[in-house]
Every structure is written in structure tokens, then in C-alpha cells.
């Protein structure tokens, strides 16, 4: 039996210290995945560290998570 694919869901997603400047809406199965697209396809500002923090919103039911991305890597984590 084949496993069906995940659902995308819209998630809001900003870096957290643009203070929602520069906020995207992207479609993805998972805050996870949603962090790591909004760091690779829209290229937030970034400071001088090797990570950036970011937000993301599930659209539907309003829950957030924040995400530490590794630009080097792409890896995210919870922020701390």
C-alpha cells in the first residue's frame, strides 16, 4: 500500500528580526519545510550570522513555530 503525500498547507513566514517586513506566504507540508523555502527562494535580509531565525504562521489554524536555518547547511531547528 502506497503512503499518500502529505498536504501542502499556506504558511505565513517572515525572519523574525525584520519584524515582519518582507513576509511571504508559501504552500508547503510542513513549518519546517515552509522556513527552509522562504530562506531558499526569497532570500530574506540577512545579518552577519551564520543563521537566521524566522516565523512561521499556519495560515489556517494560527499556530507559529520559530526556526533557526543554517545558511550554510539549510538545516532548521527550533529556535532556542
Known amino acids: 500500500m502506497t503512503q499518500a503525500e ?3 498547507r499556506r504558511f505565513h513566514v517572515h525572519a523574525r528580526h525584520t519584524e515582519g517586513h518582507n ?5 508547503e507540508v ?9 530562506v531558499e527562494d526569497f532570500s530574506p535580509p540577512v ?3 551564520d543563521d537566521l531565525s524566522v516565523i ?7 499556530h ?3 526556526f533557526r536555518i543554517d545558511l550554510e547547511t539549510g538545516d ?3 529556535c532556542g
Open 47 to 49: 545579518t552577519t550570522e
Open 64 to 66: 507559529e513555530h520559530c
Open 6 to 8: 502529505p498536504a501542502a
Open 23 to 27: 513576509a511571504r506566504v508559501v504552500e
Open 56 to 62: 512561521v504562521r499556519d495560515v489556517e489554524s494560527g
Open 76 to 78: 532548521a531547528a527550533p
Open 30 to 38: 510542513s513549518f519546517e519545510a515552509a522556513a527552509v523555502a522562504y
